[in-house]
């Protein structure tokens, strides 16, 4: 069992005006459909019974996780609040199970969207506004210490507004707990410092929004075909991203500068924030729009 003195206590009754002394259980909850399996466990769009608040659940099997892993994102998880983060409201267990209670988003993730489009990509001021999303949620994190250690488009959800929300803080990991020497995160996704085997910390986070960011630009990834694990660690080491000629020359400089492979020269969340391709897209569109109220007057 988790050592839940050990473990933040749970806010969920501040969303259903119930006594924060209640213990929460399945049998408060009504589910009204499956959202997700993994190796994990499932997670389930739920209605609590009397509150008829809507969120979800993400059932987790403890013979399938260690025990300090799951202590770990839930003591992480439920310590950010967010806009763009999913929040964890608390969460209760058995002999088999960890059961989170997490914010409900009625949306899909950044992974699924993608293969929506004919093209496998989005455009580049829709990018822009997806990247500045995750940015402000990793910048949250890093501000706390938090590296979040699985970035990935799967892990990443848009609601109906195009609100982008990060999830899944399984990997997570506190800088004040010491740079560690783990794997973390997912295979083709690894930064070169843990294909190395060497200590990680908060760059691991930049190099996968920099895939991520090729991933829904180009719309593949940028180290592609890598039919095997040890070919895929050899050609993240010693091959360079090709960028599409079509690609915006800012956004192919914000890349490059995020898929650096040594860490200390890879663009801190602050600087990439900041980058021109974010700041000058976005200021082209706001003149756009005061130039068309301009015009009306």
Known sequence: MLNEDDLPKSIFHLYTGKSSKINWGPGNFEVEKNIGDGHFGTIFKVREKDSKFICALKMMFKYKTEKEELESEIYIQSKLDHPNIIRLYGYFQNYEKVILILEYIDGENLYKLRELKE??????????????QILKGVKYCHDNNVCHGDLKLENCIVDKDKILKICDFGHSFLISEGIRKIEVGTKIHFAPEIIKESKISLEIDMWTVGIMTYEILVGY?????????????????????????SINKDAKDFMSKTLIKEPSKRLTV?????????????????????NEKMKIL
Do not use: C, D, M
């Open 119 to 132: 093209s496998n990509t989005f455009s580049n001021i829709i990018t822009i506004g997806y990247v500045v």
């Open 221 to 245: 990834h940028p180290f592609k075909n890598f039919p095997s694990t040890k070919q895929f660690s050899v050609r993240i080491l010693k091959n360079e991203p090709k960028y599409p000629e």
């Open 270 to 290: 602050r600087e990439a924030i900041s980058h021109i391709w974010l700041k000058k897209e976005i200021n082209e569109k706001i003149n756009e729009k005061i």
